[in-house]
């Protein structure tokens, strides 16, 4: 997947400006990546919660020398609640999650009636920048859904490609990721990942192609493939990294962020707007790529 995230913020100067929704506002470390993406013409700031708080709050703060609004909100229920009208009604297009525990965001958010899906299943696309070929690569789902289904790994992968088109991505390759290459119904991960795969070749995923199953080296390597017997043009240059279930997920990303050093910015994908998440492990720099993401899968 050919790009880097300064070709992805460059893509998001031509988009934007989008009304971005901070709910609820607190965290003052949120408010300088707003501040940097509204210099940048990415987004409008929109900050919902205790009005005097957050004017205190932003005092302090590089955003307030830019344009933002403010919407008063006695708790953070509110706040979420509020911020979900604004999106259902078009006056606000990205949502970025605040001072708000993670399972009550996820909750509201993901709720099949009164939240942001648009399809069956959301998920997370971990994005990663590989310097040396100037490509990006995805790995998904790193943090929504513990052990998906078949059917919820086709929505995953969909979610994916939805992304890919919007980066201008043709014919991306998806690794089904399983522990071995071979297909055993012991391990459900291979049946799942070779029935993905075939749906591939039945052009069910349109002109992205599936190989499954298939373990991280043969990924990787097509001469590690090649020893294996396997062969196909995934190898060695793959775009969407599929991952079994949670636990590879989660566990792969952070390997990838801790031990390998590798910038990472994600976003949710499968809902009506964009949705940013707040998570430990991603720095101000990380976050701001996370807002462009935003801004160009608003449409």
Known sequence: MKGTFKKIVELAAREGPKTLILAPAG??????????????NLIRPVLIGKAARIKEMVRQTSLSRMEYEIIDESDDLASLTRALHMLRDGTGNILMQGNIDQSLFADIVFDKDAGLLRRATASFISLYELHRRDR?????DTFINDSPSLSQKQ????NALSLTDMLGINAPKVAALA????INPNIPSTL???ILSKMSQRRQFGNAVIEGPIDIDCALSRSAAARKGVDSVVTGNVDIYLVPDIEAGYSLSQLLIFIGRMAMAGVVMGTTSP?????PYTTRASKFVEIALAVVTCG
């Open 27 to 40: 965290n003052p470390e949120l408010c300088e990546v707003l501040s940097q993406a509204e210099k940048a």
């Open 136 to 140: 990006l690569i995805m790995v998904t």
């Open 155 to 158: 929505d995953i992968v969909e």
């Open 179 to 182: 522990a071995i290459e071979q």
């Open 192 to 194: 799942d990942a070779a």
């Open 275 to 279: 949705v940013i998440l707040d998570l």
